[in-house]
């Protein structure tokens, strides 16, 4: 969560804002509450999610700078894709022409797969290489790079985007490195792409079970 949060300031560096505030802030409010959001909404507790996303987009806009609601909005956008929601980031696009932060729609066309190679360089730190690899079809060399990312969040959004090329062994660590953090909703739907991938009833019912299990409120 600290890279997204991280990700966050930089585009607030970038377009100039002064950290001459105090901590109790409502830019360190806004940082706050959506390091709470991704680990609540990873974690699959929906309703503590929900709250710490409307408090974020409140302190985001009490600003009438919108690259920090731009940020919020596409943070959310890029948390919804790692889990397969189908996110067009159309809060995002909706006030995209109201900002000018190459940043940002860098980080958008990232996320949505169809950013190109002069973009990279705007991108936070550690999406570069993994986004060269990606771009360059050297998946095994994208995965790698996934596996060095400093937080959680950042390695599920990328896996996300190499989903299709991964191996069910690549898929099986996934799985692994989001149950050691607890992130329910991130197991479920590697579970799910697991089970998809086999043929083996016996190993599919198996998946489907836990899945199942995992999704039971009991």
């Known amino acids: 969560m600290r890279n997204i949060i991280l990700f966050c300031l930089t585009v607030i560096l970038y377009s100039g804002c002064s950290f001459k505030e105090p901590a109790n802030s409502s830019q360190y409010k806004m940082s706050s509450t959506f390091s709470s959001y991704t680990n609540n909404f990873l974690s699959d507790n929906n309703a503590l999610a929900k709250n710490d996303l409307k408090q974020a987009i409140k302190y985001a806009k009490t600003n009438a700078d919108l690259n920090q609601?731009?940020?919020?909005?596409?943070?959310?956008?890029?948390?919804?894709?790692?889990?397969?929601?189908?996110?067009?980031?159309?809060?995002?696009?909706?006030?995209?022409?109201?900002?000018?932060?190459?940043?940002?729609?860098?980080?958008?066309?990232?996320?949505?797969?169809?950013?190109?190679?002069?973009?990279?360089?705007?991108?936070?730190?550690?999406?570069?290489?993994?986004?060269?690899?990606?771009?360059?079809?050297?998946?095994?060399?994208?995965?790698?790079?996934?596996?060095?990312?400093?937080?959680?969040?950042?390695?599920?959004?990328?896996?996300?985007?190499?989903?299709?090329?991964?191996?069910?062994?690549?898929?099986?660590?996934?799985?692994?490195?989001?149950?050691?953090?607890?992130?329910?909703?991130?197991?479920?739907?590697?579970?799910n792409e697991l089970k998809n991938r086999t043929d083996n009833k016996i190993e599919k019912e198996i998946i489907k079970r836990k899945i199942i299990i995992l999704e039971s409120k009991n």
């Open 69 to 191: 609601l731009a940020t919020i909005y596409l943070g959310e956008c890029a948390l919804n894709i790692s889990v397969g929601i189908d996110d067009k980031c159309k809060k995002y696009k909706d006030i995209e022409e109201l900002i000018d932060n190459t940043i940002l729609n860098s980080y958008y066309n990232l996320i949505t797969l169809r950013i190109n190679k002069e973009e990279i360089d705007l991108l936070p730190e550690a999406y570069k290489n993994f986004t060269i690899y990606l771009n360059t079809n050297q998946f095994n060399k994208a995965y790698n790079e996934i596996l060095e990312m400093d937080t959680i969040s950042s390695l599920l959004i990328s896996a996300t985007l190499l989903k299709d090329k991964l191996t069910t062994y690549q898929i099986d660590e996934i799985i692994e490195i989001a149950s050691f953090n607890g992130y329910k909703k991130s197991v479920i739907f590697w579970l």
